[in-house]
């Protein structure tokens, strides 16, 4: 797990997860599937492309019941296969940075 704490160093605003067992309160973590995801919050996901990865690989991205977008949000990378490699989860900002907190 990596803490990204942006330009403000006093506050958290993004955790990754890349391995580990970890799951989110609906219990979707590293090895998940596209599937899962989608059940778990049917109501409210959207689904992109991968910026890097192409081909089936995809951003699935989680928004607050409430629709807001600029207070947390939780984002899950799958690769060609459907399955999630990666989970970010923080404000929006710094969670749809590509490459990490640098």
């Given at each position: 797990?990596?803490?990204?704490?942006?330009?403000?160093?006093?506050?958290?605003?993004?955790?990754?997860?890349?391995?580990?067992?970890?799951?989110?309160?609906?219990?979707?973590?590293?090895?998940?599937?596209?599937?899962?995801?989608?059940?778990?919050?049917?109501?409210?996901?959207?689904?992109?492309?991968?910026?890097?990865?192409?081909?089936?690989a995809k951003y699935l991205r989680v928004?607050?019941?409430?629709?807001?977008?600029?207070?947390?949000?939780?984002?899950?990378?799958?690769?060609?296969?459907?399955?999630?490699?990666?989970?970010?989860?923080?404000?929006?900002?710094p969670v749809r940075w590509i490459e990490?907190?640098?």
């Amino acid at each position: 797990m990596e803490p990204c704490t942006g330009s403000n160093q006093s506050v958290v605003s993004r955790i990754e997860l890349a391995h580990g067992s970890q799951q989110t309160a609906a219990g979707i973590g590293i090895g998940s599937t596209e599937a899962e995801v989608i059940s778990a919050y049917p109501d409210s996901h959207e689904i992109g492309p991968h910026p890097y990865e192409g081909g089936q690989a995809k951003y699935l991205r989680v928004i607050a019941a409430d629709g807001s977008r600029d207070v947390t949000t939780l984002l899950m990378e799958t690769d060609e296969d459907g399955i999630v490699r990666q989970v970010r989860a923080g404000y929006l900002d710094p969670v749809r940075w590509i490459e990490g907190c640098a």
